[in-house]
């Protein structure tokens, strides 16, 4: 057991070369800043994006969040709600896109998402992005009412572009907008979370289109927000996480919106308490390690919740 | 006949009340900085938003526009790009939203459009944006390939969300966003312009569930951003009108996307002839006049391109 190290550098050595979570698809993530402290910033400011109130009011309370009424950091008209506050040294910003000004319901789906991130990564500089939310689960793939996952891919399934040119389906590939999310292999040992793929879509229900995507997309989830946010997040090299908690199963016998509004609060609680033990886990750890594609060497870097440290290092040969 | 009035005070009395397109569901449309200016505040920037390259040249040609090649106008990451220019007294910005860094395929869809749409206003502050681009048309509502709508409402035909709380199904409308565009009877007059009703959507095809919505809409051309472009414009309070070239029909026998790519070209020579004599509308008009909803009162005001106007104010009391 080593001693106790506080807001030091824990970490013995961080790979020199492009981190990546996204080796196909995305642009890699970079830590910002990283000149003077060897590509290894600690994380100091974590946006959450959430989509809707009931999922957004058990974190403000769990990490007693105060709400940005001066209006200042969003220009007039939008409807969207930032609240802060320090958390385990942490500087941590939820945001959710609010009601509409118009109909009083919350702000869902890929637009908001999207400009929200947008928004708040211009506003906030975060060094990470935490989407949370709740989504429709596939039991044939194992997804259960309550479940919880860390989210490895996400992509789109209702963004059907089917232009060829000659051989080419760079169009369909870009409509589907397939990436890896930012690579998480401590946390998800640390948590022992479940991992699967995101499929999104602006549509609460599932249509015979929508379906052949989300098959092929390998879903094992469904929400309306995720890869919207994980394109932004891309756009502009902020790693981003996704942990999406299960309010109804998409293909079992009952009505999915009947299911969804049945099981949402108690679910935006599981929620909450994940995405809270996910939070506890980056105070603690010096970085969430991404991977350095070139050599197919990776790092594992543990630091246990009450500040004393694990340490290993791990090299694997391809 | 009057005598040229070249940058002077053009309308004789502008309505003093609040000025609405859009009088169910979206928020009206004052001009901005009209304090001093008895709310005539004539129109000097114009934001032309444009998500294909191959719609967006011949707009660059025609205004002779250069290229923003510093790169500060957008966080680095984004592939947007801005045009701008001096033409005809106005300040011309075109935004295309870019090509996909990986894929190199043009930035199409909702999210994109919206993106762009939300940092260009804030960008940029301008008076009045353009939503120009191709689109789809129904057979059955008497589009015809080459023809050029103005549209006077947006809605989305893929955004299902069928949450019904007791009687209210706010959640269904919120999905939809259905809005009118900012009003301009005499833009139309003038122009002799079709009009039409726009839906929008992520994909090129058309699902059987679309359809249904796409019907429900009462839409006669169909494209993949207006409605987004539409939705941010009325968040940030900036008027937006929308015009929309036929590539293909919809219902017709012909593949879509055959049609469209065998069109294209043309179409967008077209699109760019309509959007031009827009332009040299508004740069001859003091300001596209609105709708003052309160009394049904409206002012029709033209103002020819050569220069020498012709005034009339009429007065409708319902």
Aim: with cysteine; hydrophobic share 45%; glycine share 6%.
């Amino acid at each position: 057991m080593a001693p106790p190290v506080k807001n030091a550098v824990r970490a013995a050595a961080a790979p020199t070369e492009e981190w990546s979570s996204q080796p196909e698809v995305t642009a890699a993530h970079p830590p910002k800043n990283a000149a003077g402290d060897g590509d290894r910033r600690p994380i100091s400011t974590v946006l959450i994006i959430i989509a809707m109130q009931t999922e957004a009011l058990p974190l403000v309370n769990k990490f007693h969040l105060s709400e940005d009424i001066d209006g200042s950091l969003f220009p007039k008209g939008v409807p969207w709600v930032r609240y802060h506050g320090i958390y385990k040294e942490l500087h941590i910003n939820l945001v959710w896109t609010g009601k509409d000004s118009i109909l009083g319901v919350d702000s869902i789906g890929t637009i908001s998402a999207s400009l929200v991130s947008y928004a708040s990564i211009q506003a906030l500089k975060p060094d990470l992005i935490i989407n949370a939310g709740t989504a429709g689960g596939f039991k044939a793939k194992g997804a259960c009412v309550a479940d919880v996952y860390l989210v490895s891919n996400v992509a789109f399934h209702d963004r059907r572009i089917p232009i060829h040119v000659i051989f080419f389906c760079v169009n369909y590939l870009y409509g589907i907008g397939a990436r890896q999310t930012f690579s998480t292999p401590n946390l998800i040992d640390e948590l022992n979370l479940k991992v699967g793929k995101l499929s999104t879509g602006d549509s609460l229900d599932m249509s015979p289109q929508d379906e052949v995507l989300i098959l092929a997309n390998d879903a094992v989830v469904k929400d309306m927000e995720g890869a919207a946010v994980a394109y932004v997040a891309d756009l502009l090299s902020v790693p981003a996480i996704f942990i999406k908690a299960v309010t109804n199963t998409v293909d079992g016998q009952k009505s999915i919106a009947e299911e969804f509004l049945q099981n949402l609060i108690a679910v935006c609680t599981t929620l909450a308490q994940t995405v809270s033990q996910v939070v506890d886990f980056i105070s603690g750890v010096y970085q969430i390690i991404g991977i350095r594609k070139s050599t197919s060497v990776y790092r594992k870097l543990y630091i246990n919740t009450d500040e004393y440290y694990i340490l290993k290092i791990m090299y694997q040969f391809a």
